[in-house]
């Protein structure tokens, strides 16, 4: 659970506003990022449910791609691109 202290303060007796350490208004705008990611992943899951798919292994075949280990290939942009 995100605990964050923050602290209200009026204007003159009327409005009102939140003011927040920036330690813990990072920690609230990943939240809402992170939410917001999660909706879209979760909306176009949905929306794919019935559409084809093909596994990693598939694609490389078809791409005719080698399997690398330990992830020692060449860097983009060096020689054997």
Known sequence: MLKIKPEIWTKNGGERFVVLSMSDF???QELIEDAGLSRI???SKRRNA???S???AHVRRRLKVAHRRGGQG???GKPGD
């Open 41 to 43: 992943l979760r909306d």
């Open 74 to 76: 060449n860097a983009p």
């Open 50 to 52: 019935n559409s084809p």
């Open 54 to 56: 093909h596994s990693l």
């Open 26 to 28: 990072e920690k609230v």
